[in-house]
């Protein structure tokens, strides 16, 4: 939280950085019936702040690209910046920006969203995951070549091949916080 007083006309003014503080675990929300029982922490009363539902991604905000990919209309979205039910087995970067259709379609259906590094980076708990083995195409090269994971760390191809067979590289850069789940 902020050490600058809580004002009122901050209410419902800050939803990313709070969802992302409360989905990380660093702040909760206050419960009223505890706060009305406790002495005052400071002067000035605590604020409830009630949980504002995520709010819809607006397809038109969002710059898709156009349709010059291999795999435009498939009905797989190929841009890795997105997530979800609708996607590709098989990503690159240079399918990025060139998938406008499919992409658009899926998120506007509900089955994708656009991959948030803040937000994956919060869910993904390293310790808790299976990184497989190294039996890969590619693996010990310094880069994670998992399909479960996208980021810095990540290599420019990603396939279905390949998950679970990098497991020293993604265990690597997972813990060093450079790379964390695409569907989180």
Known sequence: MTATSLLDADIRADATD???AFQAGTITLIDPAAAATAAPAAPAPAVEVPAAPAAPVVS???NYGDDSGEFANDRECDD???VGAGMAT??????VGADAT???????SGALKLWEPAAAAA????SAINFG???GAYPNDNECDDIRFEGLGVGSFLGVDNLGKDAADCSRLCSFGVVSLRDY
Do not use: H, K, M, P
């Open 18 to 20: 709070c969802r992302t």
């Open 102 to 108: 499919d992409c658009r379609n899926g998120v506007e």
């Open 133 to 135: 083995d190294d039996s």
């Open 90 to 95: 098989n990503l690159s970067w240079s399918y």
């Open 123 to 126: 869910a993904t708990q390293c």
């Open 80 to 82: 890795r910046r997105f």
């Open 60 to 62: 038109a905000a969002i």
